[in-house]
């Protein structure tokens, strides 16, 4: 039975919160969203707290933000201030509960006392390495640490006096007392609070040289906030009963856990501690860089909350560990910018192109429509001239097999234009093609001949005289295998960071709507792409980073498993 719902990938956290309302273990519903403010939001995050917010939601519940903040060394404000943009740029509202684990520290302080008065926590003197030595493995049990058995006094005043800063870091712990010979490594007298002096905190300055272990603070802030389902990552299901044997010890409000399976993409890591890496290492240009799987990244990328939402429904909630095609995630960007993206041409590697029977200076004004797929969004005038740009790429000198785009003696069609064919070229003294001479079939405009003749190809292109010049920056995968931390033991995943992951290309042309962008907006450019205007851009200098290709692998591999 366990098998058969682990396999379901219907949403089993709805089902289990529904049988609690059900029963009358809870009469509501509140969760939260716990990040830990060291580091930026990435689309793992985006998962969890799609679920913390959605079942708020869906139940007429609420959802608190609570930073997680219990260890100073890693956290920073910085941090703090993202998270929060990310979850609002995703859609959801913590309204007026956003609460921090830090609020907390004196009532964990009191409770650690209960649980030491109660004989159920310790101070031990064991150095960190020792207690690791003590821990045991996972076949053999641990081993009591010497300082065990202190009295409840001796405890009392020994915490206390970690408190007030009398110790070193590492000199001291307070450990609780459950069990050392536990099959479950976390029950063997895990450590409740360390002693760290450095640096303040960034809330409550220096005003605490002991701070709780995430497992002491994250049940016993759930009891406080009256959470009555607190959903994590998997990888907390052995410390759930830790969590329960704190709450049951102390003999306060309990919540309940439940864990879900985390998202992993492939080509893509998801740990802090790896993006970090690639930040600070300049792997990549910070936290939002477009191939960051970062929410800040995505946004810049251009990814919209509405795809990001669509993927991780797709993607579901899980009891079991997988890895997502991140193809899946292109396909939902790509769905959704189809529908709403204003369409323009742009040349990203232009050549040029001269219709050698148009007359010089005229220029006709073309209509062209700004999104087929939505009617509503009207059409927009193009100048067409005598000099135009097109894609080096829709050239071919000597064109191979199935190339069916232009080439000497062949025509083509010019996007919503004309007929053109190619009648001579013209080189540089290296050999570089500079120039296609072509012309033109006035009888075809608009793209149709009267004598019902169709080219195999049609292109787009840029007014020469009107191109409007941008910066581009076309991306690709930012790890080369599927798994970036498949590598040889003296490696780590940044062996597998792929060198070519962005490339810049600083004189692109765009036809003249482009003018009216302004940072933010994302636009189709035909046959290349999604593109999202850079923030970074300034007047006179657009800069746009490409969201997608247009090139579906992912509708590919379902039209051939259908
Ligand atoms: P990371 O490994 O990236 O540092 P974390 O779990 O340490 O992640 P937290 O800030 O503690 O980061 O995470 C906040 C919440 O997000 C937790 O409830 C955690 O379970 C969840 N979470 C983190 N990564 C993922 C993921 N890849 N998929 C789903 N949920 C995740
Ligand atoms: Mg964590």
Not at 21 to 41: A, C, D, I
Not at 211 to 226: F, L, T
Not at 232 to 254: A, Q, T, V
Request: charged share 30%; proline share 6%; net charge negative.
């Amino acid at each position: 039975m366990d098998d058969i719902e682990k396999t379901i990938s219907t949403d089993f956290l709805r089902e289990a919160v529904q049988d609690d309302l059900k029963s009358g273990r809870f009469q509501r519903v509140h969760t939260r969203f716990p990040p830990e403010p060291n580091g930026y939001l990435h689309i793992g995050h985006a998962k969890a707290l799609t679920i913390d917010f959605g079942i708020a939601r869906d139940y007429q519940g609420k959802c608190n933000l609570r930073y997680d903040d219990t260890n100073p060394v890693k956290e920073d404000i910085e941090y703090v201030e993202s998270i929060k943009e990310d979850i609002q740029w995703l859609g959801f509202n913590w309204e007026d509960r956003e609460y921090y684990a830090s609020d907390y520290f004196d009532q964990l302080y009191e409770w650690a006392v209960l649980l030491i008065k109660k004989g159920k926590a310790y101070v031990d003197d064991l150095s960190p390495e020792e207690i690791r030595q003590h821990r045991g493995t996972l076949t053999e049990p641990g081993k009591e640490s010497p300082y065990r058995h202190r009295s409840i006094e001796e405890n009392l005043d020994l915490f206390e006096r970690m408190r007030a800063g009398e110790y070193r870091d590492e000199a001291r712990v307070l450990r609780a007392k459950i069990d050392m010979a536990s099959g479950n490594m976390n029950m063997r007298d895990p450590v409740m609070y360390r002693i760290l002096h450095e640096p303040p905190h960034h809330r409550t300055g220096d005003r605490w040289c002991i701070y709780p272990m995430y497992d002491y603070a994250h049940g016993q802030s759930d009891s406080i906030e009256g959470v009555t389902h607190s959903l994590c990552s998997l990888e907390y299901e052995d410390h759930r009963p830790l969590y329960d044997w704190f709450l049951n010890e102390l003999e306060i409000y309990k919540p309940r856990q439940i864990e879900f399976a985390r998202l992993n993409l492939s080509y893509t890591v998801l740990s802090k501690r790896k993006l970090i890496k690639l930040v600070q290492n300049n792997y990549v240009d910070g936290w939002d860089d477009p191939r960051m799987p970062t929410l800040s990244g995505l946004r810049r990328r251009g990814y919209t909350p509405e795809a990001i939402l669509d993927f991780l429904n797709r993607v579901g909630v899980a009891k079991n560990d997988s890895v997502v095609d991140i193809d899946l995630l292109e396909h939902c960007i790509r769905e959704d910018l189809n529908k709403r993206a204003q369409r323009v041409m742009g040349v990203l590697n232009p050549l040029k192109l001269v219709i050698t029977n148009y007359p010089e200076n005229q220029v006709e004004e073309i209509a062209a429509k700004n999104n087929p797929e939505d009617p509503g969004m009207g059409t927009r005038i193009i100048p067409f001239s005598r000099v135009l740009y097109i894609e080096q790429e829709d050239f071919s000198e000597d064109p191979p097999p199935k190339f069916h785009r232009l080439a000497p003696g062949r025509e083509v069609r010019l996007r919503y234009a004309y007929f053109v064919k190619c009648v001579d070229l013209v080189k540089d003294s290296s050999g570089q093609i500079t120039e296609v001479h072509c012309s033109y079939d006035p009888e075809t405009q608009g793209g149709d001949a009267p004598d019902g003749r169709k080219p195999k190809s049609t292109l787009h292109w840029v007014s020469a005289p009107h191109a409007r010049r941008v910066e581009a920056r076309i991306f690709d995968r930012l790890f080369l295998k599927i798994n970036p931390d498949e590598v040889d033991d003296d490696q780590d995943f940044t062996a597998n960071v792929n060198p070519d992951s962005m490339k810049v290309i600083k004189n692109c042309f765009v036809e003249p709507f482009i003018d009216r962008a302004v940072a933010g907006d994302r636009f189709q450019f035909e046959r290349q792409g999604y593109f999202y205007i850079d923030p970074d851009s300034s007047t006179g200098r657009l800069l746009v980073n490409r969201t997608v290709s247009l090139k579906d692998t992912w509708s590919k591999i379902q039209k051939s498993q259908t």
